[in-house]
């Protein structure tokens, strides 16, 4: 079955603990990205990547990186992790090659940061 | 001001009601335009893309107008399976790399 995984899909944590949100997909896309969700703000882009080792920054990435060493994990790292980033993180995939580009998201992954 | 906007709603419409929304961008050179869908605490889904021709599936039909930057998403015959958040999507560019959400618009449809 196609999917976008991700684990864990709830996390509590506290103020400056690292912590990595893996995400894996199964459907040989190039294209992957992390949002987080926030209520009357809806979905923002974190980081995207275009393929293996390539990765940019989209509108919020202070905070966070990421990597791309497969093609099918894209980890989402928050090395310090703040209050400010308890949210609903969602990971997404697509094949980047095909105008207009669906994307395939993940189940969501609930962080709090006590 | 937001670079993709729309109508929070709620939306309340009874069963078989039609429905519309409007999203308006403010950047010019966005490409490619979606509609998704979001169920309560659920990943959002592709619902349909959206194509300067306009576009229909089923119930469904999506419209663009780049002249005054704002699609639109006509649901027909609504269906108490059709309430859900409404997520309105614009690329900037003609990759799939920088992708903008709407805040989304939710609509509830009652018996």
């Known amino acids: 079955e196609a999917q976008v995984t991700q684990n864990p899909r709830y996390l509590i944590t506290v103020t400056g603990k690292k912590l990595t949100v893996t995400c894996s997909q199964n459907?040989?896309?190039?294209?992957m990205s992390w949002y987080r969700q926030d209520p009357g703000l809806g979905l923002r882009q974190i980081y995207y990547?275009?393929?293996?080792?390539?990765?940019d920054k989209g509108d919020v990435p202070e905070g966070y990186k990421v990597s791309r060493k497969e093609k099918r994990n894209f980890p989402l790292i928050l090395e310090s992790p703040s209050p400010n980033q308890t949210s609903l993180y969602f990971c997404a995939s697509s094949s980047g090659q095909k105008v207009p580009y669906e994307q395939y998201f993940g189940p969501g992954t609930r962080l709090t940061v006590t | 001001r937001k670079e993709v906007e729309q109508d929070p709603g709620p939306f309340n419409v009874p069963e078989g009601a039609t429905v519309a929304f409007n999203c308006t961008y403010s950047n010019s050179a966005s490409q490619s335009f979606f509609w998704y869908r979001q169920d309560c605490r659920k990943e959002p889904k592709l619902l349909m893309s959206?194509?300067?021709s306009g576009n229909e599936d089923g119930r469904f039909t999506a419209q663009l107008n780049r002249a005054s930057q704002y699609i639109s998403l006509l649901i027909r015959d609504s269906k108490l399976s059709d309430s859900a958040t409404y997520l309105c999507?614009?690329?900037?560019?003609?990759?799939?790399?920088?992708?903008?959400f709407g805040s989304g618009t939710r609509l509830s449809i009652r018996p």
């Open positions: 999507v614009v690329s900037r560019y003609s990759s799939a790399s920088k992708i903008i």
């Open positions: 959206v194509y300067s």
């Open positions: 459907m040989n896309h190039e294209y």
């Open positions: 990547s275009m393929n293996v080792e390539v990765t």
